[in-house]
């Protein structure tokens, strides 16, 4: 499930930072700041965790707070997260395919 505004605002609550007007700002800047904190961690646990470095962090940084992560770049600071648990269907009716 992929993250929606309200998880967004909570994310920037969260760290204490402004809540900008424009959605996408929003969104990008919630993501660089989750994408920061996980690079930051992965960096400085690796010399002595090498490879459960990442592990270790994703479950601080994301996993604690609820939100599952995918692909993530330190380089360019993109990450891709989504929701632990997923929403029902609004109906939940789905389409017969004959």
């Not at 992929?2 to 993501?31: C, F, G, H, R």
């Not at 609820?66 to 600071?77: D, M, S, V």
């Amino acid at each position: 499930m992929v993250l929606d505004y309200n998880d967004y605002i909570n994310i920037l609550d969260y760290y204490n930072i402004k809540i900008p007007m424009n959605k996408l700002k929003l969104k990008s800047i919630a993501e660089k700041i989750l994408t920061r904190k996980l690079c930051s961690c992965i960096k400085t646990l690796e010399p002595k965790y090498n490879s459960r470095a990442i592990p270790i962090c994703t479950n601080s940084i994301l996993n604690k707070k609820g939100f599952t992560r995918g692909k993530f770049n330190c380089k360019t600071n993109t990450i891709k997260i989504s929701r632990k648990k997923s929403k029902k269907a609004k109906n939940g009716y789905t389409r017969k395919v004959l």
